[in-house]
């Protein structure tokens, strides 16, 4: 049973606009939250995280948000660029693992 | 520089051979982790270890053993008994505790033929 799932495998935007993936979870004892940014053959990079105290975390042209009550996240890239072209992964922590959702492909358009 | 290897990146053996997939890190994070990516259905935990001699199965643990005799060390054995062995298998560390975030290898592409 899928505990963290990211129901859009892909996502295609414009270079400058904004992009917005979405995760949602089932688990309400998850506490932490991260996004992972994936090239091809390589492995994940961190992006950033959120503790569930918080409802959002900024750094730089990213923003995750935290709806609590929905179970649900979202990475926001403003203004989004054709650099940030990868498969981005959001994480749960649960008892000294991470659990991943499937992943979403974003392409930035030039 | 710090960091975490896997080797090799590509690997191909036949059908029925058991393989094993080297990690190491110096880090000196306490725990390390074995994920396994398949198209479409993201990063699968298949074992991970939070101190030394000491690991748990993960979600899709069948057909793979791990060993973790060393903290720098976690390697992961492919068994015959895997089914589909065909995969980008991911090896990660980090600290031991909540709300840390773990760090990844390059990764393994291991073809069974």
Known sequence: DQQVKQNSPSLSVQEGRISILNCDYTNSMFDYFLWYKKYPAEGPTFLISISSIKDKNEDGRFTVFLNKSAKHLSLHIVPSQPGDSAVYFCAASDVGKLIFGQGTTLQVKP | ?113
């Open chain 2, 1 to 113: 520089d710090g960091g975490i290897t896997q080797s090799p990146k590509y690997l191909f053996r036949k059908e029925g051979q058991n393989v094993t997939l080297s990690c190491e890190q110096n880090l000196n994070h306490d725990a390390m982790y074995w994920y396994r990516q398949d198209p479409g259905q993201g990063l699968r935990l298949i074992y991970y270890s939070q101190i030394v001699n000491d690991f748990q199965k993960g979600d899709i643990a069948e057909g793979y053993s791990v060993s973790r005799e060393k903290k720098e060390s976690f390697p992961l054995t492919v068994t015959s008994a895997q089914k589909n062995p065909t995969a980008f298998y991911l090896c990660a560390s980090s600290i031991s505790g909540p709300r840390t975030e773990a760090f990844f290898g390059q990764g393994t592409r291991l073809t069974v033929v």
